[in-house]
């Protein structure tokens, strides 16, 4: 997930559709101020050596903190942070209420079965489930998030919905 300043913009990176390599291309063109999250160290280390910017500014504003958050960084000493597949609504909640307005927001979909394909294979499916049939009836299915990503109360939140296809 990024959010640009410099060029007023949000990806909302979905599952299964490539968002780690936009969200690496995109960090070419970000600014210092930008807000870039953290992905894999393998391609942390790619994203740097094609000369993007890593994860930075990634911790959220104790401004956008609520009583209970708080209380969870006292108890577990951990700070809130932007993450990969960070939903619309909890961007929305972190981020200052002008910059969610006028900001272009912008996510990447896929074909579901595309998609589940593709997960199917990023899971060793054939290893661990010997067939996409025992995938889909064991359970491999069940935690993927799809278009909750980028839906607040079941609205589209973003401005553009790319197709991946």
Not at 70 to 86: A, E, P, Q, T
């Amino acid at each position: 997930m990024i959010v640009s300043h410099q060029h007023r913009f949000i990806f909302i990176k979905t599952q299964k559709t490539a968002g780690t390599s936009i969200e690496m291309a995109l960090s070419s063109i970000c600014g210092a101020t930008d807000i870039i999250s953290a992905i894999s160290p393998i391609d942390e280390k790619n994203r740097i050596n094609h000369g993007s910017r890593c994860a930075q500014n990634f911790y959220i504003p104790f401004s956008s903190y609520s009583i209970k958050d708080f209380v969870r960084l006292i108890l577990k000493r951990k700070r809130k942070k932007y993450y990969s597949h960070m939903s619309a609504a909890e961007i929305k909640k972190a981020l200052p209420t002008k910059i969610w307005d006028s900001y272009f927001k912008f996510t990447i979909e896929r074909n579901p079965f595309d998609k589940m394909v593709s997960l199917y294979f990023w899971r060793k499916g054939d290893e661990k489930y010997g067939n996409i049939y025992d995938f889909l009836t064991k359970g491999g299915f069940t935690r993927f998030k799809g278009s909750k990503i980028y839906l607040i109360n079941n609205e589209i939140a973003v401005d553009k919905v790319y197709q991946f296809e």
